[in-house]
């Protein structure tokens, strides 16, 4: 199973930022899809925003224009920045990992990181 930890949580009010990180552990596959995931207050799992091998990335309509998924392949770290939150942005995300594609059902998930978004 592929080991993922996140970080960069945090409270911020509307229309701060915040940067998640995501490293991700080596894990011999050569392609794979990257991702967060958002568990909100109805405890749904939205995806947020995926990324591919190949540098193909795909997002919710909510956060087009406001978040960017990126990945350094270096160091295997998962970024997502986050601009110009919303309180609906709130909730706990997840780093995820589908196997070999993002519509792959196999996903590895991290333990989360929280994001409070204050109005």
């Known amino acids: 199973q592929v080991q993922l930890v996140e970080s960069g949580g945090g409270s911020v009010q509307a229309g701060g930022s915040l940067n998640l990180s995501c490293v991700v552990s080596?894990?011999?596959?050569?392609?794979?899809?990257l991702g967060w995931f958002r568990q909100g207050p109805r405890n749904e799992g939205d995806m947020v925003a995926q990324?591919?091998?190949?540098?193909?990335?795909y997002y919710a309509d909510s956060v087009k224009g406001r978040f960017t998924i990126s990945e350094d392949y270096g160091q295997n770290i998962l970024h997502l920045q986050m601009n110009n939150l919303r309180p609906e942005d709130s909730g706990i995300y997840y780093c995820?990992?589908?196997?070999?594609?993002?519509?792959?059902?196999?996903?590895?998930w991290g333990q989360g990181t929280r994001v409070t978004v204050s109005s």
């Open positions: 995820a990992v589908n196997i070999p594609y993002c519509t792959s059902r196999r996903r590895d």
């Open positions: 080596e894990n011999g596959y050569s392609t794979y899809c």
């Open positions: 990324i591919e091998r190949d540098g193909s990335t």
